[in-house]
């Protein structure tokens, strides 16, 4: 399935932050989101995602198909790595975890509670759960936080497993995945500040 974004603005707290947004998205096809810190490229995702309105704009091809990994690993502590995998597994209707441990390394940890894990571990585990979605597009914020060499290089692997199966993949980050990717900067894309006049629009 492919995500079509088209001229998209988008707003934070009200202001205006990215403006002029279009790209496509195509099955089996990556796209790294650069930019400096608070340019916009979380409340991008969010938009993309479904999780916020745009101001205007254009989102399509992306209905039912999109998993979001967020900063946050949205993991419940007391609940085992199994228990997790398989509540995920359950909200999304997949049978089956068990790829899901293994692509991230997590089989020997299956039966400890999150709330017991390192971050670097509850990071894994929190992208594992992409892999039990069955969602074709993988929406990613910052994935790689709190992951060492030989973890990000197993969340390369996910994510390149993915798209040979004809998945895709849009993901912010500033780290180098060794992926085949299209690198959009969203820097130039900054919106205008709001003209005086323009005042009360930053409060509707």
Not at 49 to 60: D, E, Y
Not at 127 to 153: F, K, N, Y
Not at 168 to 180: N, Q, V
């Amino acid at each position: 399935m492919t995500l079509n974004v088209s001229d998209l603005r988008i707003a934070r707290g009200g202001l205006p932050v990215l403006e002029g947004i279009s790209f496509v998205l195509k099955p089996g096809a990556a796209l790294i989101l650069r930019g400096p810190n608070g340019i916009g490229k979380t409340t991008l995702l969010r938009c993309i995602a479904g999780l916020q309105p745009a101001l205007s704009g254009q989102i399509t091809g992306g209905e039912e198909q999109i998993a979001y990994a967020a900063h946050s690993d949205g993991l419940k502590p007391a609940l085992t790595v199994t228990e997790n995998l398989r509540f995920w597994a359950d909200v999304f209707g997949t049978r089956s975890i068990k790829h899901a441990l293994e692509a991230f390394d997590l089989t020997t940890l299956r039966d400890r509670p999150a709330g017991a894990l390192s971050a670097g571990q509850k990071r894994r585990l929190g992208l594992s759960r992409m892999l039990v979605t069955g969602r074709a597009i993988w929406v990613m914020d910052e994935p790689t936080v709190s992951l060492d060499q030989s973890s990000v290089a197993l969340f390369a692997a996910a994510v390149r497993a993915h798209l040979g199966a004809g998945g895709s993949a849009l993901i912010a980050t500033h780290i180098d995945l060794g992926l085949e990717a299209e690198i959009l900067d969203v820097g130039p894309y900054k919106a205008a500040p709001l003209a005086f006049d323009d005042f009360d629009g930053g409060f509707l």
